[in-house]
């Protein structure tokens, strides 16, 4: 599917961020999950293609660097925080959160802060049980690869993947839903406030309403878990955040370019088609707005 953008009035994205942040949530560790006799969750193979469908946060971040953006030290999560996070859903999400902030430092070759993000991860794994994952040999690969970008993309990938097998064979694949979560909250917090930064760029602004598709894959891996705490509080922000981003208007053109007025958002014929993303200000200003907010509901507790 090819994909058009369009932004309307998008130089007023430079006085956003009126954020309304709520009261920090309280997330508790206690999980109602439906499991099979052998500990896994019934609908495994299911929500395993469904995390396939959620785009990593390097290709969000990748974008972000392509325009020519700068690295800004003052988005990522503070790694001095990794001691406020007490819960094992805490630390879930903030490993998510981590791994975005370590592929965002990785993609602008800010190597100091790479080895800060990766030993937050670490540390917050460790009452996880996934130690042995992120071990000194480890860091000394990634210490030896800081000049080979795709190498060291390699290795976060590696790390990664091993946690969620880890997860899942453990019965305990919720984990790596909390974590697939704090990952793509960040990497929209990141490209929404590299928006802000930069509002005439429209690789950024294509980027963030591109989210409205992987959004909904989100929150069909968080509907795969029947658990009635933290998972079904995210579950209700990604829903809303969903509604902000069905505000941008799906507009189909033929092979020749012709606008379809007849097509209807939700339809998913697309080919010999191309679709153009329509966003006004406002509904920009209240993704930002709503991200901002969620994303604060994870690393400030």
């Not at 937050?120 to 970008?149: H, P, S, W």
């Not at 305990?172 to 406030?193: D, F, K, N, P």
């Not at 033929?254 to 993303?277: A, P, S, V, Y």
């Amino acid at each position: 599917m090819n994909i058009g953008f369009a932004i309307r009035n998008f130089s007023a994205l430079l006085i956003i961020l009126l954020v309304s942040c709520g009261e920090d949530a309280e997330f508790s560790d206690v999980l109602h999950l439906d499991t099979t006799k052998n500990g896994s969750h019934p609908d495994d193979e299911r929500i395993t293609n469904i995390m396939h469908n959620v785009p990593s946060a390097f290709e969000t971040v990748s974008i972000i660097e392509k325009t020519g953006a700068s690295y800004t030290d003052k988005l990522p999560n503070d790694p001095l925080r990794i001691n406020d996070y007490l819960t094992i859903s805490q630390k879930a999400l903030n490993i998510g959160v981590y791994g975005a902030d370590l592929n965002y430092a990785s993609v602008f070759d800010e190597t100091a802060d790479i080895m800060l993000y990766l030993k937050a991860t670490r540390y917050l794994g460790e009452d996880l049980g996934i130690m042995d994952i992120i071990t000194e040999d480890v860091l000394d690969r990634v210490n030896d690869n800081f000049d080979q970008k795709d190498s060291l993309q390699s290795i976060f990938s590696e790390i990664y993947s091993d946690i969620d097998t880890y997860f899942k064979d453990d019965g305990r694949h919720e984990l790596s839903v909390l974590i697939v979560i704090g990952s793509w909250i960040e990497a929209a917090y990141l490209a929404t406030q590299q928006l802000a930064i930069n509002p005439d760029s429209e690789q950024i602004a294509q980027r963030v309403a591109e989210q409205k598709y992987s959004l909904n894959s989100l929150i069909a891996l968080a509907e795969g878990y029947s658990d009635k705490d933290v998972l079904d509080h995210m579950l209700l922000d990604l829903k809303d955040l969903n509604t902000h981003f069905n505000s941008i208007t799906e507009v189909k053109k033929d092979k020749k370019g012709n606008q379809d007025n007849n097509t209807k958002t939700n339809d998913r014929e697309t080919i010999g088609h191309e679709f153009t993303l329509i966003a006004d200000n406002k509904v920009m200003n209240n993704i930002t707005s709503k991200v901002n907010e969620i994303r604060s509901g994870i690393v400030s507790f």
